[in-house]
């Protein structure tokens, strides 16, 4: 599965801009500028699999966001990029890490 179609690689242009708007269950923020959103899990497998998948997002994206963490969550918040508002990349990148929880989740067995 290719997570990071229609997002920019590192070093080579968006083929498409996606969503213009949060994805449902993250939280916007206009100050700063930030999406977030907590990812709750039933053990400690299922979030170092989802954290080992958004460590590969992020290389392949160029992008990394902020994290913390314990043993059945993950709580993540993406930055703007310009620092002065939020776009479609950062709404897309929002996008490609809720397809990561539903990999996680339904992709291996806990």
Same mark, same amino acid.
């Given at each position: 599965m290719n997570l990071t179609s229609g997002y920019?690689?590192?070093g080579q242009?968006?083929?498409n801009q996606g969503p213009s708007e949060?994805?449902?269950?993250?939280q916007q923020r206009e100050r700063p500028p930030t999406l977030s959103r907590r990812f709750q899990f039933n053990g400690y @497998?299922?979030?170092r699999y989802f954290l080992d998948e958004l460590a590969t997002l992020s290389?392949?994206?160029g992008y990394y966001p902020d994290t913390s963490f314990g043993a059945n969550y993950v709580s993540v918040t993406i930055n703007a990029r310009d620092?002065?508002?939020? @776009?479609?990349?950062?709404?897309n990148f929002a996008a490609r890490i809720d397809k990561l929880m539903n990999l996680s989740r339904g992709g291996?067995?806990?």
């Open positions: 920019a690689t590192q242009p968006m083929r949060a994805p449902p269950e993250w @497998s299922q979030t290389e392949e994206c620092g002065a508002a939020l @776009s479609a990349k950062d709404f291996k067995q806990y």
